[in-house]
Every structure is written in C-alpha cells, then in structure tokens.
Antibody, heavy 122, light 113 residues
Framework: QVQLQQSGPGLVKPSQTLSLTCAIS??????????WHWIRQSPSRGLEWLGR?????????DYADSVRSRITFNPDTSKNQFSLQLNSVTPEDTAVYYC????????????WGQGTLVTVSS | DFVMTQSPDSLAVSLGERATINCKSS????????????LAWYQQKPGQPPKLLIY???IRESGVPDRFSGSGSGTDFTLTISSLQAEDVAVYYC?????????FGQGTRLEIK
C-alpha cells in the first residue's frame, strides 16, 4: 500500500521560500509507471494543480503557468522522496498543500498525502 | 486550460434518495485514440484530503460502494449516488487529466435534507 507523508513548516514569511517534502513508502520516486504531483487547496482558488515530476530515463518536470517562474520540484532517490520549493511567496500562496501520485498513462490522483496547511504571514 | 464546471454548487438530499452531481468540461476530454474519458471524481470530508471514487469517468475505485456510479462522455459527466447514506455527506470534485494543467471543478457540497 502506497503512503505519502508530508513534512515542512506551516508558517512562511512573505517573500521567502515555501519548502515541503513528500516521503514515499510502498513505491519508488523513480518508477517508470507513475508521476508525482503537488496540488494545493484554498477557499479562493479551490483545488489547484501545481505540477508534476517523473522519471523516464531522466527527470522531467512540468508546472502550472500560475507558478512556473517560482516553483521547483526536486526528487531525491536516496531518500525516496520529492520536494516542492515555491519562491517569493505572498499571502495568496496560503493554502493546504498536497502531494499525490498518478499512474503513467492516466492522471487521477491516488493516494494523497495528509496535507500541510501553509500560511504566508509576517 | 480545460475549465471544469460543476452543478449544483450545493445539494440537499434525503437519506435513501438519489443524489446527482454534474460536471461539464470546456473541451472534450475523450481521447479518440483509446476512446477513454480522462475524468475522475473525488470525495472530500472535512479535515481530510480528497479520496478517489471514480476514474475513466465510470470505473469505481476498489473499495468504493456500488451506490456510487459515474457516467457521461465528451464534455458532460455525472456522479450519481443511488441511495444516500449519512456518511456520504462531503464535498465532491471532478478532475480532468486529459491535459496539463490538470484541473478540478469548484466542488459540490452534499448535505442531508
């Protein structure tokens, strides 16, 4: 059974960097049959897909236009996890952040991490 | 981007009655190459992440009660709960995974009448 365990701070100051990590058990971050995504949820924006990373002989990532200039995903094969970094945050980035897995050739999200509420405030 | 629009925004149904939630995509999410609709449905209860109910528009995830069913094709889809149970009170979302950015509907809140 695949499980995703998220970690990271719940409070980030404006203009700083939001960093979250998603530890994977029961699957491999470098599996050819899946991709790894970040999704956030806020009252104002609903559920918003932020992007994905996946390994197919090399690492690929693609990101939502809304955050493309500020976001990076970093897979870590030694720890079997992947991370999210979002730079130059503003209060608009306040949300619950989720990591999820999707099957290659499909795209539904399952399972989901437990979610991390990140508040951007000074 | 694909815009997903759900209706209604909220719904109150009596226990044991049918609940129907609609989802409309701004573009077709049916891939002609495999004749599959790239649509999923999720259930979210307070304080929990969304839970996958249905994928490929009509395939129930393992363990999901058979009172949940999905239908539709192209741009118009429906999630039906045939006989509402108290534990079905939640917010329901559709999601297209035809093309990135994967996009979600705004959600439909389901309550007991």
């Amino acid at each position: 059974q695949v499980q995703l365990q998220q970690s990271g701070p719940g409070l980030v100051k404006p203009s700083q960097t939001l960093s979250l990590t998603c530890a994977i058990s029961g699957d491999s971050v470098s599996s050819y049959t899946v991709s790894w995504h970040w999704i956030r949820q806020s009252p104002s924006r609903g559920l918003e897909w932020l992007g994905r990373t996946y390994y197919r002989s090399k690492w690929y990532s693609d990101y939502a236009d809304s955050v493309r200039s500020r976001i990076t995903f970093n897979p870590d094969t030694s720890k079997n996890q992947f991370s999210l970094q979002l730079n130059s945050v503003t209060p608009e980035d306040t949300a619950v952040y989720y990591c999820v897995r999707a099957t290659a050739g499909a795209g539904w999200s399952d399972p989901w991490g437990q979610g991390t509420l990140v508040t951007v405030s000074s | 981007d694909f815009v997903m629009t759900q209706s209604p925004d909220s719904l109150a149904v009596s226990l044991g009655e049918r609940a129907t939630i609609n989802c409309k995509s701004s573009q077709t999410i049916l891939y002609s190459s495999d004749n599959k609709n790239y649509l999923a449905w999720y259930q979210q209860k307070p304080g929990q992440p969304p839970k996958l109910l249905i994928y490929w528009a009509s395939i129930r995830e393992s363990g999901v009660p058979d009172r949940f069913s999905g239908s539709g094709s192209g741009t118009d889809f429906t999630l039906t709960i045939s006989s509402l149970q108290a534990e079905d009170v939640a917010v329901y979302y559709c999601q297209q995974y035809h093309s990135t950015p994967y996009t979600f509907g705004q959600g439909t809140r389901l309550e007991i009448k």
